[in-house]
């Protein structure tokens, strides 16, 4: 009998102890979290994050933080914070993220365990320091001066860039192969028995419009065409050229400040495929629009001769799967022929030039073929 009874005086005694620690651990340690990363950056690059943490308890505890990264941000080494305490404690970690892909990422609050220091009781409570971070699509070096030179400029009259002013003659020069049979400058040809073509000077932009047309072509031309977008946006700052991105949403501020850069930045950092039909918002008039599509539509080159009325000019710049590819990647064979939009498009460049649109077609690596021009 009495071993029975010495039994049960240690459970009650046990239980009591249990409930005591189970009553005395339920308030959470007063806990302070601070992160220190910047608010943003490019995909493919690397940021530092420091994370802080400040814990004071009454009672011995052990405790557990956790804070881990938003998707497709990648840190080093996990966030993780653990050990005993009674009093006050201050810790840090410092590591670096990775930034993989794009767009927009809620970072939400760390969670905090904690326990008596027998671990018998674990609770959790989330810490509120939530915040966002932004992943700007990564710009390539661009090797596309035929489609650069036409469409980035900004100033006066210039011997480079700029679209030509056929009123504005810079000089005659010998004929070269390839040179447009319009150019051919007759008089001086037939004063000298060599055939010359007249070179024009170049007037310049007043601002630049990169649309997207992210209703066909998927995720891979998606990808290929913001980072086409972000190349072209930094090219036409670097030229101090007012930029703005449109998709169907409509246009992002135009200006060569750096809140219209973020802007701009932040709107392809969002892109995704969309199948609604392409709707070209207004643009700034007397700028030049560039618009970039994998298969234009009908709708689309129809948007693109409204927006002419406005626009100094239009280029409409069909990126087809399978042909395009980015600089530095390894060209790949190709089995299927242009789609029937990219023929259609070749067939109209003829008329569209005329009407101060203009076409192209980048295929293979980077190589770009001009239509109508």
């Given amino acids: 009998m ?20 189970w009553a005395a651990y339920r308030q959470p340690p007063r806990v302070t979290l601070t992160r220190e990363v910047p608010p943003n950056g490019f995909q493919g690059t690397r940021l530092p994050l420091v ?17 881990p990264t938003p998707r497709a941000v990648v840190a080093d080494a996990p966030v993780r914070l653990s050990g005993e305490l009674l009093g006050h404690s201050e810790q840090e970690v410092r590591t670096h993220l990775t930034l993989n892909s ?36 990564s710009p390539h070096g661009l090797r596309l001066p035929d489609l650069l030179r036409p469409l980035l400029s900004e100033g006066g009259l210039s011997r480079r860039l700029g679209l030509e002013d056929p009123i504005s003659l810079r000089s005659v020069r010998d004929y070269t192969p390839g040179d447009p049979p319009g150019r051919i400058h007759w008089r001086s040809s037939a004063r000298t028995g060599t055939l010359s ?3 024009p000077e170049r007037t310049a932009a007043s601002s630049v419009t990169v649309y997207l047309d992210v209703s066909s072509g998927g995720e891979v031309f998606t990808e290929s065409a913001v980072r086409l977008a972000a190349s072209l946006v930094q090219e036409a700052l670097a030229l101090e050229l007012p930029v703005s991105v449109a998709t ?17 930045l932040l709107r392809l950092a969002q892109l995704q495929p969309d199948p609604a039909p392409p709707v070209i918002p207004p643009t700034r008039s007397g700028g030049n629009l560039i618009i970039l599509s994998a298969s ?15 626009a100094s000019r239009v280029a409409i710049v069909a990126m087809p799967e399978g042909f395009y590819l980015e600089p530095g990647e ?44």
């Fill in 2 to 21: 009495n071993l029975p009874l010495t039994a049960l005086l240690w459970l009650a005694v046990l239980g009591v102890l249990a409930a005591l620690l």
């Fill in 51 to 67: 994370v802080r943490l400040k814990l004071h308890s009454r009672l011995p505890i052990r405790y557990l933080l956790e804070d």
């Fill in 102 to 137: 794009r767009g927009v990422y809620g970072w939400p609050g760390a969670t905090l365990h904690w326990a008596d220091p027998l671990g018998l009781f674990w609770r959790s409570v989330s810490i509120p320091v939530s915040r966002r971070l932004d992943v700007f699509p």
């Fill in 197 to 199: 073509v007249r070179e």
């Fill in 248 to 264: 169907n949403e409509g246009a992002t501020p135009t200006g060569r400040h750096a809140e219209a850069l973020h802007s701009a």
């Fill in 296 to 310: 234009p539509t009908p709708a689309l080159i129809a948007g693109a001769m409204r927006a002419r009325a406005t």
């Fill in 330 to 373: 390894k060209p790949r064979r190709q089995w299927v022929a242009a789609p029937d939009s990219v023929r259609n498009l070749e067939r109209q460049a003829g008329v569209l030039a005329g009407a101060g649109i203009l076409v192209f077609v980048l295929r293979g690596n980077q190589s770009v073929l001009r239509l109508g021009g």
